[in-house]
């Protein structure tokens, strides 16, 4: 299990470039970089990735994009491929957040194009995975999560060295104030990385970091990030005011 941290600001559509501007300069004055210690990523929408990127230059602030076209290029109007995110910089993409599965019909067979274009452009997915609350209540946490994951990574070969961020997401608690249980994410990040260990061997599955998303905020991150097992967050909409967001970060230690 990693123990360096990855905590991820997911701006949703949120943040005109000049918001993430003042959002950034606001942010680091924080000083939540250490740099071998934790990781930190901000992931603002397309449009104002390039402020991030240009206000975030020479911080420990690493930069991630929301969502990629699977596509190195062509005939697709409004899309964003993997190979123009990583020029701008960004070292990782959510792929397959709920939001984008339920309210823009992404397919797992999309999930595991787009994870393929994401690795192939030198950068490290962050997988969304999660279950509806109907799947929880019927007991089935365990098989949806099994499934998004194997058809997510099916044929995806990692590269020497290469791992991947996988993120639990209970759609339940997604925007919605209601949590997981750290116990209760502790037990599906086990089924995670035992699946990570059965298609990519110990060595990687260790490596990779397995992060809660669903309502983190200021007052509970730290009992999610001091579980072991527990790798990072995924925090929505408590990323949004960047001091909520740098109390976040300092719990990860
Ligand atoms: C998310 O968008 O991934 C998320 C977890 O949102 P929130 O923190 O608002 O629940």
């Known amino acids: 299990m990693t123990e360096r941290p990855l905590i991820v600001g997911n701006w949703k559509m949120h943040m005109t470039p000049s918001e993430a501007t003042e959002y950034v300069s606001r942010f680091l004055s924080h000083a939540v970089g250490h740099p071998g210690s934790r990781d930190i990523a901000l992931a603002p929408p397309f449009a104002s990735l390039h402020a991030a990127a240009a206000s975030l230059a020479g911080s420990e602030i690493l930069l991630a994009a929301q969502n990629t076209h699977w596509e ?78 194997k058809l997510a990574l099916a044929n995806i070969r ?57 309502s983190v905020t200021r007052s509970n991150a730290g009992s999610f990030l001091s579980v072991p097992g527990i790798d990072g967050v995924l925090v929505g909409g408590a990323s949004l005011d960047p001091d909520s967001f740098a109390a976040i970060c300092h719990a990860a230690f």
């Open 158 to 214: 990692l590269d020497d060295g290469q791992s991947l961020a996988v993120a639990y997401e209970p759609v339940w608690a997604i925007g919605t104030g209601k949590n997981a249980l750290p116990s209760d994410a502790v037990e599906v990040h086990t089924i995670i990385r035992n699946e990570l260990r059965i298609a990519y061997g110990a060595r990687t599955a260790e490596a990779s970091r397995i992060l809660y998303g669903g």
């Open 72 to 149: 190195e290029e062509g005939p697709f109007t409004g899309e964003v491929s993997s190979r123009m995110l990583a020029e701008i910089g960004c070292r990782y993409v959510i792929v397959g957040h709920s939001e984008r599965r339920g309210l823009f019909g992404e397919t797992d067979r999309r999930v595991n194009q787009k994870v393929r274009a994401v690795l192939l452009c030198g950068m490290t997915p962050i997988l969304c995975v999660g279950e509806q609350e109907s799947d929880r209540l019927a007991g089935r946490t365990r098989e949806v999560i099994d499934a998004q994951l």
